[in-house]
T-cell receptor, first 114, second 114 residues
Framework: DGGITQSPKYLFRKEGQNVTLSCEQN?????MYWYRQDPGQGLRLIYY???????QKGDIAEGYSVSREKKESFPLTVTSAQKNPTAFYLC?????????????FGQGTRLTVV | AQSVTQPDIHITVSEGASLELRCNYS??????LFWYVQSPGQGLQLLLK??????LVQGIKGFEAEFKRSQSSFNLRKPSVHWSDAAEYFC????????????FGGGTRLMVKP
């Protein structure tokens, strides 16, 4: 079945460490996105990529980095510069960047700083 | 820039009762509108979407939504709620912008009383 796979489901990080969240899709979608979800705040866009080897900052990119070396993969690194990284992270993809293309979501990764 | 407001953070309804979740958007042109549902600890699933045409759209799981341009609203409705509908619901607006990014509302958490 086609879909988006995020791993791990739960991740614990010590303060000062970088961690990388995985996102893989087999939907042959061009565009991929990372959102952060905090209680009561909905989803906020961290980074997005419209094509391989290209990505753009979203609304809250500070303290995060991404890469898009393959169409299927869009990993997110939460760096030590991110002041409050504990959150639920959602990866999404869409067929293209055409008007109104719906996004498909992975099951999320819950990151906790200990 | 577009924005989405979901005025109700929490709603509780009795099983079998009707449901209406409110969504107001701000966008300068005709928007693309979406409703997603999220079960606890899971990703988002698309319920329905509006692009153009008939302002009353049908979705999965018995949900429908009505686009009202004059009120800038896209409220979600269901005639009879089931206990399995308890979840968080997000309204989103998509615009004709680079990256096809969705802007999400803060979400409404639905609780269903037996």
């Amino acid at each position: 079945d086609g879909g988006i796979t995020q791993s791990p489901k739960y991740l614990f990080r010590k303060e000062g460490q970088n961690v990388t969240l995985s996102c893989e899709q087999n939907l042959n979608h061009d565009a991929m996105y990372w959102y952060r979800q905090d209680p009561g705040q909905g989803l906020r866009l961290i980074y997005y990529s419209q094509i391989v080897n290209d990505f753009q900052k979203g609304d809250i990119a500070e303290g995060y980095s991404v890469s898009r070396e393959k169409k299927e993969s869009f990993p997110l690194t939460v760096t030590s510069a991110q002041k409050n990284p504990t959150a639920f992270y959602l990866c999404a993809s869409s067929m293209g960047t055409g008007w109104g293309t719906e996004a498909f979501f992975g099951q999320g990764t819950r990151l906790t700083v200990v | 820039a577009q924005s989405v407001t979901q005025p109700d953070i929490h709603i509780t309804v009795s099983e079998g009762a009707s449901l209406e979740l409110r969504c107001n958007y701000s966008y300068g042109a005709t928007p693309y509108l979406f409703w997603y549902v999220q079960s606890p600890g899971q990703g988002l699933q698309l319920l329905l979407k509006y692009f153009s045409g008939d302002t009353l759209v049908q979705g999965i799981k018995g949900f429908e939504a009505e686009f009202k341009r004059s009120q800038s609203s896209f409220n979600l409705r269901k005639p009879s709620v089931h206990w399995s509908d308890a979840a968080e619901y997000f309204c989103a607006v998509g615009a004709n912008n680079a990256g096809n990014m969705l802007t999400f509302g803060g979400g409404t958490r639905l609780m269903v009383k037996p």
